[in-house]
């Protein structure tokens, strides 16, 4: 079970990538291996020494009880101090912003690609799908 941001790839540049884990909490992780789950509008924020997802929804589990999740707190991400540090540099020095690519299951346990990138701009955004539409064309050729 994999949940991907495809928008992601046409908004950003993606420099680089980090696997990150994520901190669940109760009927989440079945939520998310359900496939319950949205990171479209959701970025990665760095605060306090700690990087948090914002904006990330997990839905409700349906068959759990009262003590059910909130759909879109924010929740903290599992890195070492030192890609912490790399990647609040990365942000403050060089403008770059980081967002969540995919979200997948590994070893029983909830895991997070994040990405290390750069917006585009609407003139890049055209030639992505320019680039899209030509080897779309050139593949019915085949």
């Known amino acids: 079970m994999e949940i991907k941001?495809?928008?992601?790839?046409?908004?950003y540049f993606i420099e680089s990538e980090i696997e990150a884990g994520i901190v669940l909490v109760g009927t989440e992780i079945k939520s998310v291996r359900k496939g319950?789950?949205?990171i479209k509008d959701s970025y990665i924020r760095i605060k306090d020494k700690e990087a948090y997802i914002v904006n990330m929804f997990i839905d409700k589990y349906m068959e759990g009880s009262i003590f059910?999740?909130?759909?879109?707190r924010e929740r903290k991400l599992l890195l070492h101090k030192k890609e912490i540090y790399k990647l609040q540099e990365k942000i403050i020095k060089d403008g770059y912003t980081?967002?969540?690519?995919?979200?997948y299951i590994k070893n029983g346990k909830a895991k997070i690609l994040i990405g290390v990138a750069?917006?585009?701009?609407?003139?890049?955004?055209?030639?992505?799908?320019?680039?899209?539409?030509?080897?779309?064309?050139?593949?019915k050729r085949r």
């Open 5 to 11: 941001n495809k928008k992601a790839f046409f908004n």
């Open 36 to 38: 319950s789950i949205n």
């Open 68 to 72: 059910n999740h909130e759909p879109n």
């Open 98 to 103: 980081l967002i969540p690519l995919k979200i």
């Open 118 to 139: 750069r917006g585009k701009k609407l003139y890049d955004k055209r030639e992505s799908i320019k680039k899209r539409d030509l080897e779309r064309e050139t593949y």
